[in-house]
């Protein structure tokens, strides 16, 4: 499977972006996908993940209520609205897709990883 992130950009706080996430080579409908995000001072944190269909959705406490996850299995594409976005929320943010699954926060859960794309709050 490869991943491809995109929607990543410079956004002043307050602002919104909506990330995208094409996946290619395998179909995507038995999957969980998630989003993580990563600064060159921390480790990969966990942002958002969704089950196969869709119905069921996890949050990082730092993003519930401004972040919401979806995804569109006929589109092999999965997304990510972000408003109201912070400082704190500049990142690069990675998609992964898994398939055999446990803790959907937890980065091992995933098989295969996007390139990540660039997103930049100002103040």
């Known amino acids: 499977v490869q991943l491809q992130a995109s929607g990543g950009g410079l956004v002043q706080a307050g602002g919104s972006l909506r990330l995208s996430c094409a996946a290619s080579?395998?179909?995507?409908?038995?999957?969980?996908m998630g989003w993580f995000r990563q600064t060159p001072r921390k480790e990969r944190e966990f942002v958002a993940s969704?089950?196969?269909?869709?119905?069921?959705?996890v949050y990082a406490n730092s993003v519930k209520g401004r972040f919401t996850i979806s995804r569109d299995n006929a589109k092999n594409t999965m997304y990510l609205q972000m408003n109201s976005l912070k400082p704190e929320d500049t990142a690069v943010y990675y998609c992964?897709?898994?398939?055999?699954?446990?803790?959907?926060?937890?980065?091992?859960?995933?098989?295969?990883w996007g390139q990540g794309t660039q997103v930049t709050v100002s103040s």
């Open positions: 080579g395998r179909a995507i409908n038995n999957s969980a």
């Open positions: 992964a897709v898994g398939y055999v699954t446990g803790f959907l926060s937890d980065p091992s859960s995933y098989d295969y």
């Open positions: 969704i089950n196969w269909s869709g119905g069921s959705t």
